[in-house]
């Protein structure tokens, strides 16, 4: 059974930092795009990040371009996303999602949920003013 588990979030002030990671499991790992989402309190879900573990292209949202970092550790199956300079705006609950990878889709994916296979149940970051 396909797993993504994602860990890291907290209670962090403004201007502070957190790594989430996401680890996978039960699937071919360099064939999937893995993306990050997040969810405020009464919006839509949005993507935030993503990363394609086939080539390492990397996809940002404009709003956190330069403080957001994705990145991949193949060997253990687990992406990160380090969050600097937080922003009480980006409180929220953060889930990563796996798509798979092929001659249909290619490269990091991006933010648009529906490309997404798998998803994980989440982590809650909150960022204090």
């Known amino acids: 059974e396909v797993q993504l588990v994602e860990s890291g979030g907290g209670l962090v002030q403004a201007g502070g930092s957190l790594r989430l990671s996401c680890a996978a499991s039960a699937f071919t790992f360099d064939d999937y795009a893995i993306g990050w989402f997040r969810q405020a309190p009464g919006k839509e879900r949005e993507g935030v990040s993503s990363i394609s573990n086939s080539d390492g292209s990397t996809y940002y949202a404009d709003s956190v371009k330069g403080r957001f970092t994705i990145s991949s550790n193949n060997d253990k199956n687990t992406v990160y996303l380090q969050l600097n300079s937080l922003k009480p705006e980006d409180t929220g609950i953060y889930y990563c999602?796996?798509?798979?990878?092929?001659?249909?889709?290619?490269?990091?994916?991006?933010?648009?949920?529906?490309?997404?296979?798998?998803w994980g149940q989440g982590t809650q970051v909150t960022v204090s003013s």
């Open positions: 999602a796996a798509a798979l990878l092929g001659p249909w889709r290619s490269g990091a994916v991006g933010g648009n949920q529906n490309e997404y296979d798998y």
